[in-house]
């Protein structure tokens, strides 16, 4: 019991000390304009605020999260073909995939990924 306490300590102890570190490493100075100025997608924040943002890139990045996120999804399908039943495991596959494809013919079609229009 007192070892599970000892190490608890340690481990609280160094927690503290890191955390402490971190934020007392991390204060800006206020003497380097450029460094407490916040980066704002290339746009200086000093000027007009009203600059022309690209709403069909703010799309395309949307759609490349939601797409990376799905792959994430299915990878895991690979490692588990083995362990799962073969009929079961192609129907949920292609299932998944078809999603995908009508989801990615969607966007197409709506002109979501035409970049020049």
Known sequence: MFNLFSMSLIVLT??????????????????DREK???????????S?????????????????????VEIALILPMVMIMNASHVYVWLL??????????IGLYHEWNQGALNWSS
């Open 92 to 101: 949920t596959s292609i299932f998944f995939i078809l999603i995908l494809l």
């Open 14 to 31: 160094i927690t503290i000390v890191v955390m402490g570190l971190a934020s007392y490493l991390s204060k800006k100075t206020i003497t």
């Open 36 to 46: 407490c100025s916040p980066f704002e997608c290339g746009f200086d924040p000093k």
């Open 48 to 68: 007009s605020s009203r600059l022309p943002f690209s709403l069909r890139f703010f799309l395309i990045a949307i759609i490349f999260l939601i797409f990376d």
